[in-house]
């Protein structure tokens, strides 16, 4: 079943990257599906991120009670926690649950309606134009999204730490610009562009094969959410061991 799944999903894939009949209309889908993936999902992203970062650095504040070590590495802690894992993996969990349910309810809509039928008949490819742009806008908005919510976290921890009192500001400054190794970044980069991936074609596979009505759209949109969470975190631990 999982391997009749997984061939199905390649499949599709293959259909997906068809070279497009007409790119001036891929690129005005492309604009509005980045728009709807980055812009629509930025206020959800600053308020958890900033709150987690805030959690964060009271978090490492309890349980840094030595007198030996500096309150500076909470700062340092919270940077690089942030940046490999919380910052790129929370935010792919959350916009699985918002953007890839909504993708999947969308696509699953056209078919139970007939519409992607109809666009068939009329010889258009429909897996190209309606997965192609959100892939493609997945891919570009997701680390943009997840580059956001790194600044705003290490900022909420800035914020949470100072307000509670857990660490002085100029200590967690200190601690985020003492041994900031580059590579982090980039790690955080790469699973960001994986998520974009995941978040956007597997909601699509599940919204382009329902059958039914739409009780069905509503069951494939989260079996979407729960395959995609389970994508991301099964991506996250073959990125680390990978890369780091």
């Not at 894939?13 to 980045?34: D, G, S």
């Not at 192609?132 to 997840?146: T, W």
């Not at 967690?172 to 074609?201: L, M, P, R």
């Amino acid at each position: 079943m999982i391997f009749h799944h997984f061939g199905s999903y390649i499949l599709l894939l293959k259909k997906v990257f068809k070279k497009p009949e007409k790119w001036k209309i891929y690129l005005k889908e492309i604009f509005h599906e980045m728009n709807e993936i980055g812009i629509g999902s930025l206020s959800l992203i600053l308020i958890i991120s900033t709150f987690i970062g805030a959690v964060m650095t009271l978090q490492i504040a309890f349980q840094l009670v030595s007198d030996l070590i500096p309150t500076a590495v909470i700062g340092q802690i919270n940077r690089d926690s942030n940046i490999l894992e919380l910052g790129p993996t929370i935010s792919g969990l959350v916009l699985m649950g918002k953007v890839g349910s909504a993708i999947s309810s969308q696509i699953g809509s056209m078919r139970v309606t007939e519409q992607i039928d109809a666009l068939e008949i009329m010889g258009i490819n429909a897996p190209g134009f309606l997965i192609l742009p959100k892939i493609i806008a997945g891919v570009i908005m997701v680390p943009v999204l997840v580059i956001i919510a790194i600044f705003c976290a290490i900022t909420g921890g800035l914020i949470g730490g100072s307000l509670s009192g857990a660490v002085a500001p100029s200590d967690y400054i200190q601690g985020i610009q003492e041994g900031f190794n580059g590579f982090t970044v980039t790690v955080a980069i790469v699973k960001a562009i994986i998520y974009g991936f995941i978040i956007t074609s597997v909601p699509a596979y599940k919204g382009f094969y329902v059958r039914g009505g739409a009780l069905e759209v509503g069951q494939a949109g989260t079996q979407a959410v729960v395959i995609g969470c389970i994508s991301i975190l099964a991506c996250d631990y073959i990125i680390t061991a990978l890369m780091l």
